[in-house]
């Protein structure tokens, strides 16, 4: 079940401030302040979604395919088309998420070398 106090709920809800990159109807993209990297951004959808898995059984088709495209334009607005940058969704306890909320981490600025 989705907890709907998480922090991503309420950095939507507007109690939480955060510094936005991006918003729409759908999404929010904001600087994650726990940066990994020189440029570290979280993309969020508006919807209650526990992750990955949760988010591509529940969401449109629709929903899902502007999630996505919206993390390319997103990425390519912070000027990391041209040198690469990553992405990155944990699913679950196991792999390491700790906010129950569907996230994707925009990474970028850095090189991080081989395979993760």
């Given at each position: 079940?989705?907890?709907?106090?998480?922090?991503?709920?309420?950095?939507?809800?507007?109690?939480v401030p955060s510094s936005?990159?991006?918003?729409?109807?759908?999404?929010?993209?904001?600087?994650?302040?726990?940066?990994?990297?020189?440029?570290?951004?979280?993309?969020?959808?508006?919807?209650?979604?526990?992750?990955?898995?949760?988010?591509?059984?529940?969401?449109?088709?629709?929903?899902v395919a502007h999630y996505?495209?919206?993390?390319?334009?997103?990425?390519s607005s912070l000027g990391?088309?041209?040198?690469?940058?990553?992405?990155?969704?944990?699913?679950?306890?196991?792999?390491?998420?700790?906010?129950?909320?569907?996230?994707?981490?925009?990474?970028?600025?850095?090189?991080?070398?081989?395979?993760?």
């Amino acid at each position: 079940m989705h907890d709907t106090n998480n922090i991503f709920a309420k950095i939507i809800r507007g109690e939480v401030p955060s510094s936005k990159v991006y918003e729409d109807d759908k999404i929010l993209a904001f600087h994650d302040i726990s940066k990994a990297a020189p440029i570290h951004v979280l993309v969020i959808p508006k919807g209650e979604y526990l992750d990955y898995s949760d988010f591509i059984a529940k969401a449109s088709k629709e929903d899902v395919a502007h999630y996505f495209t919206k993390i390319n334009e997103i990425a390519s607005s912070l000027g990391l088309a041209e040198h690469g940058f990553r992405l990155c969704s944990n699913n679950g306890a196991k792999s390491g998420q700790s906010v129950f909320h569907f996230h994707t981490h925009i990474l970028g600025g850095a090189n991080f070398g081989g395979v993760v």
